[in-house]
């Protein structure tokens, strides 16, 4: 089975300043995706950039961009220019190309603070 | 642009009680899913649901559940007899298909008594 790890609970970032949040993820498979998901309080979760495994370009949206190292498993997302807008709860996720079904898995999640 | 929507944004119960949790997906999106988050505890997959039928469901979707689509357009998850350690908050999810983006509704938070 798949798992996704998320070892930072809590990260603070002054406005417009960059900020990376880490995630480590554990498979078998060689294709797949990877999301990063934003929560914020209002609670619904909104997708912020995907990641195919046979793409060896990092994708970037706007202000976001990952670095998406295969080999080590890892998935950082960075917020460039952060807004207070930015402010919530980060989620990583996994869905596997491989296996039959579409289910995220998800790691613990990351706590943003914007600081003005 | 439309949304997934989620009735009752809370729903307190008593412990044993049923209770069903409504979705209205997106009206082009044929794939849904339920997923939970327990307070402080990842968001885990329950079940994916496609052309009336289930798709995949989780160690976590017991006999205790289960899903439908009654009228065409509500997607709803029935908890038969609830247990306290059901509180929590349970989310829809939409796609168009299997590799497509899934959207999510606002959740219902669900407490049990």
């Known amino acids: 089975a798949q798992t996704v790890t998320q070892s930072q609970p809590e990260m603070s970032v002054q406005e417009a300043e960059t900020v990376t949040l880490s995630c480590t993820y554990d498979t078998s498979e060689s294709d797949y995706y990877l999301f990063w998901y934003k929560q914020p309080p209002s609670r619904q979760m909104i997708l912020v950039i995907r990641q195919e495994a046979y793409k060896q370009q990092n994708a970037t949206e706007n202000r976001f961009s990952v670095n998406f190292q295969k080999a080590a498993k890892s998935f950082s997302l960075k917020i460039s220019d952060s807004q207070l807008g930015d402010a919530a709860m980060y989620f990583c996720a996994y869905r596997s190309v491989e296996t039959s079904g579409s289910r995220l898995t998800f790691g613990e999640g990351t706590q943003l603070t914007v600081n003005p | 642009e439309p949304e997934v929507t989620q009735t009752p944004s809370h729903q307190v119960t008593q412990m044993g009680q049923e209770v069903i949790l409504r979705c209205v997906p997106i009206?082009?999106?044929?794939?849904f899913y339920w997923y939970r988050q327990i307070l402080g505890q990842k968001v885990e997959f329950l079940v994916s649901?496609?052309?009336?039928?289930?798709?995949?469901k989780s160690e976590i979707f017991d006999d205790q559940f289960s899903v439908e689509r009654p009228d065409g357009s509500n997607f709803t998850l029935k908890i038969r007899s609830t247990k306290l350690e059901d509180s929590a908050m349970y989310f829809c999810a939409a796609s168009r298909g299997t590799y497509n983006e899934q959207f999510f509704g606002p959740g219902t938070r669900l407490t049990v008594l």
């Open positions: 649901f496609y052309n009336n039928e289930i798709s995949e």
């Open positions: 009206s082009n999106h044929l794939y």
